[in-house]
């Protein structure tokens, strides 16, 4: 389950024809007969179709589609919307199987928009084939033109081949207009457009079809993005032994809590204990630990000295080091806020211990005004904010950070060498390595507050169990979506991160017997 950009799909189209010697157009009639078979497996008999074939080998695709269809007894006519004479090689080879097959073949100019309009109110199906990875800059007027006809009249199911024409392959932006498509099939890989906004909109349903890529090339070539699925980590993820006690399974120390805030904690030390933790200690400013030793009963708490105001005190985290060393792992973060000294107070923090440390929430904005305290941390860091931190950190804006998701997270985690999981709709894993994860699973009953404690909890969890973090981010990531989806009980509008909290055992329950299973 890799994630490729337009470049990489081609590279390894190309691969496969040039070294590996299948010929492109064997490529192009899977890719074309995958796409006649989603549409007919969806319906019951055939009927009418239209397809919409540009001069590119996304039309060549169409072609393909449009003589298999035929023959399946689907009434079928193509409209080209290019010049024939531009034709690439395999795209020219399905044309003319068209015409020998006596399929109609239609050239589209202006002048015949009303008759389009009528196929387009008529049929069943519209094969949207004009334009997919290979797609600069805005849609010319005679595509676009086209593309306004289908999204206005088309009243049966469109099918977009590989990518909705229009939408950008690597960054999900549609420059002018796009086809609205029920269904998307796609080849070999999910592209990124498929998940980003706004083109992850003009989808529908995605449909990732095998095309006889070989693994070995892909593996070879080495994509640079990944979905996240447990094939990445699964070997991690096993059963407890019989013979497991309290301190085979990590000990997290969770790291936050102020006065007001101690909801964030608490959850964040409950899911780590729900996602597997054998012990949690949670550390908050002294005064606040009555309050939430009555509130957690299975995790210790541990009082650090008080500001007075319910926050922790300058240099409160100094002399902890021999302590913190017993420990597996640390969270630090949730309801954290901001307090006189922070900035030591995170140093020391990182400076006294080597154990791989999840920052979150405010943790998040104080190393936003202060970046060189990273420079200080002896273990792997993993950072996990929403769009607004990730913006706060990259100097950036919340905008930008929405529509260059993977493109900001990348930058951050390979230029400070960290691990970036930036939160939302397909949160995005950055590693340092340059490689990314986009994470399939959650709900929107996830936008709410205390979901991201929960995240910060699990994913320290797992840390604490000793998984390396290339393993353990996105199998935490993939268990708080999963949890999530569980929640949905009713109503995604009424579903509060407990409920989330409760579904963590499901979802581990589900990924084991999963991994049993196959
Ligand atoms: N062998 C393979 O590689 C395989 C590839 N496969 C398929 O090929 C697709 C990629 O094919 P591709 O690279 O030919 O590009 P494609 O998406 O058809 O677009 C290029 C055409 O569009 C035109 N055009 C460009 N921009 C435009 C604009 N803004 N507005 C209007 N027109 C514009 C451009 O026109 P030109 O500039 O040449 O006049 C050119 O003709 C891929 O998505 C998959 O479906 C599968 O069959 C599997 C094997
Ligand atoms: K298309």
Known sequence: MYLVTAQEMRDLDRYTIEHIGIPGVVLMERAGLAVAQAITEHFAQPGQAVVLSGHGNNGGDGFVVARHLSVAGWRTTVWLVGSAERMTADTQTFYEACRHLGIDVKT?????????????????????????????????????????????????????????????????????????????????????????RPGAEHCGEVVVADIGIPPSVTASRRPA????????????????????????????????????????????GTAALRAGAGLVTIAVPEGQHDPLAA?????????????GQGRFAPGSAERIGERLNRLTAVAVGPGLGRFTGEREWLTELLQQTDRPMVLDADALNVLADHPDILDHRKGDLILTPHPGEMARLAGTDTVRVENERYRVAKEWAERHDVTVVLKGTYTIIAFPDGTQMLNPTGSPAMAKAGSGDLLTGIIGALLAQKIPPSAAVPMGVYVHGLAGEFAVTSVEHSVIASDILLQVGPAIRRLLSDRVRT
């Open 108 to 196: 589209f100019g202006p002048e015949q928009a009303d008759e389009l309009r009528r196929w387009l109110e008529t049929s069943d199906v519209v094969v949207d084939a004009l334009l997919g990875t290979g797609i600069r800059g805005p849609v010319r007027p005679a595509m676009e033109s086209v593309i306004r006809l289908v999204n206005d009249h088309a009243r049966g199911r469109v099918v977009a081949v590989d990518v909705p024409s229009g939408v950008e392959t690597d960054t999900g932006r549609v420059a002018s207009v796009a086809i609205k498509a029920d269904q998307t099939v796609t080849f070999a890989y999910a592209k990124w457009c498929h998940y980003l």
């Open 225 to 268: 993005a990944r979905v996240n699925h447990p094939q990445w980590w699964r070997e991690y993820l096993k059963p407890r032994s019989r013979w497991a006690h309290k301190g085979t399974h990590g000990h997290l120390l969770v790291v936050g809590g102020s006065r007001g805030m101690l909801g964030a904690v608490a959850m964040a």
């Open 295 to 307: 509130k957690v009963t299975e995790a210790l708490v541990w009082a650090w000295p008080d500001d």
